[in-house]
């Protein structure tokens, strides 16, 4: 079998395990596939999970669903080598933070919040992962959703869309439009870890993510 041959029997291998999620906790619908603005190709969902906010004792509130989309061809390819690994396996997770291909983590509002409580709780999150020298570009990334949401409220059912291109640029939308970019390798990074890394805001997340992943990635042969 000739290149193009295998390469097409692997797309529609991978297209046929591609499919849409409910997260579990909210009930939140999660699309299949959704596409970045100015991208030809859909992103491909590979995991949801839910963001839990503690209050007092034991209480707690659902505040957003939340899923990671990735190219899922180029994703397949360049972390191939991850084939039987375990789920938790962290060089998965470094391998994906730091991979070199298109990405979207989408929130979906599970509650209403305020514009400033969601976007400072955002910053909280990001911050202690950024390096030193990227504090300009947490403070772009907090006034370009503050002028999204126009000193309003986060309602229900509203998304937030955060598009990581080339891995050297955080693109911001609402509702599926464009609010603004920044270019900021670190800070891209640093969005990702919220959700990936060791500490991570959404463990099911994390952990859906990863199967998500392998579940690709031990299909192909």
């Not at 995991?47 to 906010?53: P, S």
């Not at 870890?193 to 959404?202: F, G, P």
């Amino acid at each position: 079998m000739g290149r193009l041959s295998l390469a097409c029997c692997v797309s529609a291998l991978l297209a046929l395990t591609t499919y849409a999620m409910i997260e579990p906790a909210t009930k939140i619908k999660f699309e299949e596939t959704i596409s970045l603005p100015g991208s030809v190709a859909g992103l491909s969902l590979a995991g949801v999970g839910v963001r839990v906010k503690k209050l007092v004792g034991p209480l707690a509130v659902k505040v957003y669903g939340v899923g990671l989309y990735v190219d899922k061809g180029v994703a397949v390819r360049k972390l191939s080598k991850f084939k039987g690994h375990k789920a938790g396996s962290k060089a998965l997770f470094d391998a994906l933070e730091t991979g070199n291909f298109d990405k979207i983590v989408l929130l979906k509002m599970a509650r209403k919040v305020g514009a400033a409580t969601l976007v400072n709780a955002l910053a909280e999150s990001v911050k202690p992962r950024l390096g030193k020298g990227s504090e300009a570009a947490l403070l772009q990334f907090q006034d370009v959703l503050l002028a999204g949401l126009k000193g309003g409220e986060a309602e229900t059912g509203k998304q937030f869309g955060f598009g990581i291109q080339g891995g050297s640029k955080l693109i911001v939308t609402i509702n599926g439009k464009k609010q603004g970019e920044i270019a900021s390798g670190p800070l891209a990074q640093a969005l990702l870890k919220t959700y990936l890394d060791n500490n991570a805001v959404s463990k099911d997340m994390k952990e859906s993510v990863a199967q998500g992943l392998l579940t690709w990635i031990n299909l192909v042969k």
